[in-house]
């Protein structure tokens, strides 16, 4: 079992969620791919994206609806200073997931995190359990619990 799937169940245990993450035989690397794989609407996929501070430099996390896209103003104003892209490298090294498989719990350093109000209307949704093939189900307000993510309007 890759470190990166066994980071995500630990978080999901320790956070006291007996959930199962499934390995899907295709890619769930991008919210259509997921969205198919998973059986569900592309909206109840938890992208998780990441966006570095330019005065800070720290990565902050953006769970979005699968059918939506971060407004960078908005996600800025939340953030409290100016954000940039966070590179392929920028995001393996803080998270220790590869894009295309970021889970939004199991971080190698907490990050701090909001979530896309639509996905708190789904009675559960799907997120990357850390690999491009591993997605959990899981209840919104388990994942707000988990991440600490603050519920938030930042999409487009």
Known sequence: MSKSLERVRGALA??????????????????????????CEIDQIAKSILFRGETSGALRLFITA??????PARAAALAGEPLGKADAAEVRAVT?????????????????SWIDLRLMEFG?????????????RIAPDDLVRVTGAEPAAFVA
Not at 124 to 136: E, K, L, S
């Open 14 to 39: 320790a956070a006291g969620l007996d959930l199962r993450v499934i390995e899907m035989s295709e890619s769930t690397r991008t919210a259509a791919e997921a969205a198919a794989a998973a059986g």
């Open 66 to 71: 699968g059918g939506n896209r971060v407004d």
């Open 96 to 112: 220790g997931f590869a894009i295309g498989g970021v889970a939004p719990v199991g971080s190698l350093v907490p990050l701090r």
């Open 124 to 136: 559960h949704v799907w997120a990357a359990a850390g690999t491009p093939n591993h997605i959990f």
